[in-house]
């Protein structure tokens, strides 16, 4: 069964520093996200992304936060100056039709900022 | 904004028991309701799910209940095994709009053998 794969598995970057957490959805979906989990609370929606523009982005995507997909298969999210508030499981999710269909997570990038 | 409560936060049950979560949305034009397994350090997986126009689905151990007057839905889980044990998290998702998912907070299970 095809699965959402994210790369690294663990990233350990110095506050300030600029992160490129990777995913590479399902090869058919079309509908992409992020989402973001602090150790111990409950996933938190980031951002949508679908036709190649945002969709939709929370609270919490502000200006450091942008999302690329560089080709036709990888499926970024940067943080451009990071915080130690970003330190989290980074996980995104993709599905094929958007609206009520199942959201398939891939297994998570843990940042650590130092 | 959309919210979804989830309680209890943790339960533990004897193997074989029933478990019951319970999850209340706001949003009343929330039609899409799925249950989230996670266990540690693990991707979040899909059990089951509802969607807005059925009031019960049964998936052999697990069903999922939908009350939209009252906005709520509930998982439950029958003859519980100790390899059910994992963090279980409910989501609703809003019709016409973004198709973000909005997780309530987890409920910690332990099915102790």
Same mark, same amino acid.
């Given at each position: 069964e095809p699965e959402v794969t994210q790369t690294p598995s663990h990233q350990v970057t110095q506050m300030g520093q600029e992160v490129i957490l990777r995913c590479v959805?399902?090869?058919?979906?079309?509908?992409?996200?992020?989402?973001?989990?602090?150790?111990?609370?409950?996933?938190?929606?980031?951002?949508?992304?679908?036709?190649?523009?945002?969709?939709?982005?929370?609270?919490?995507?502000?200006?450091? #936060?942008?999302?690329?997909?560089?080709?036709?298969?990888? #499926?970024?999210?940067?943080?451009?100056?990071?915080?130690?508030?970003?330190?989290?499981?980074?996980?995104?999710?993709?599905?094929?039709?958007?609206?009520?269909?199942?959201?398939? #997570?891939?297994?998570?990038?843990?940042?650590?900022?130092? | 904004g959309e919210n979804v409560e989830q309680h209890p936060s943790t339960l533990s %049950?004897?193997?074989?028991?029933?478990?019951?979560?319970?999850?209340?949305?706001?949003?009343?034009?929330?039609?899409?309701?799925?249950?989230? @397994?996670?266990?540690?350090? @693990?991707?979040?997986?899909?059990?089951?799910?509802?969607?807005?126009? %059925?009031?019960e689905k049964k998936d052999q151990r697990i069903a999922v209940t939908l009350n939209k007057t009252a906005k709520h839905f509930s998982l439950h889980i029958t003859e519980t095994q100790p390899e059910d044990s994992a963090v279980y998290f409910c989501a609703s998702q809003t019709q016409g709009g973004s198709e973000k998912l909005v997780f309530g907070k987890g409920m910690k299970l332990t099915v102790n053998p």
């Amino acid at each position: 069964e095809p699965e959402v794969t994210q790369t690294p598995s663990h990233q350990v970057t110095q506050m300030g520093q600029e992160v490129i957490l990777r995913c590479v959805p399902i090869s058919n979906h079309l509908y992409f996200y992020w989402y973001r989990q602090i150790l111990g609370q409950k996933v938190e929606f980031l951002v949508s992304f679908y036709n190649n523009e945002i969709s939709e982005k929370s609270e919490i995507f502000d200006d450091q #936060f942008s999302v690329e997909r560089p080709d036709g298969s990888n #499926f970024t999210l940067k943080i451009r100056s990071t915080k130690l508030e970003d330190s989290a499981m980074y996980f995104c999710a993709s599905t094929s039709t958007g609206d009520t269909d199942t959201q398939y #997570f891939g297994p998570g990038t843990r940042l650590t900022v130092l | 904004g959309e919210n979804v409560e989830q309680h209890p936060s943790t339960l533990s %049950v004897q193997e074989g028991d029933s478990a019951v979560i319970k999850c209340t949305y706001s949003d009343s034009a929330s039609n899409y309701f799925p249950w989230y @397994k996670q266990e540690l350090g @693990k991707r979040p997986q899909l059990i089951i799910d509802i969607r807005s126009n %059925v009031g019960e689905k049964k998936d052999q151990r697990i069903a999922v209940t939908l009350n939209k007057t009252a906005k709520h839905f509930s998982l439950h889980i029958t003859e519980t095994q100790p390899e059910d044990s994992a963090v279980y998290f409910c989501a609703s998702q809003t019709q016409g709009g973004s198709e973000k998912l909005v997780f309530g907070k987890g409920m910690k299970l332990t099915v102790n053998p």
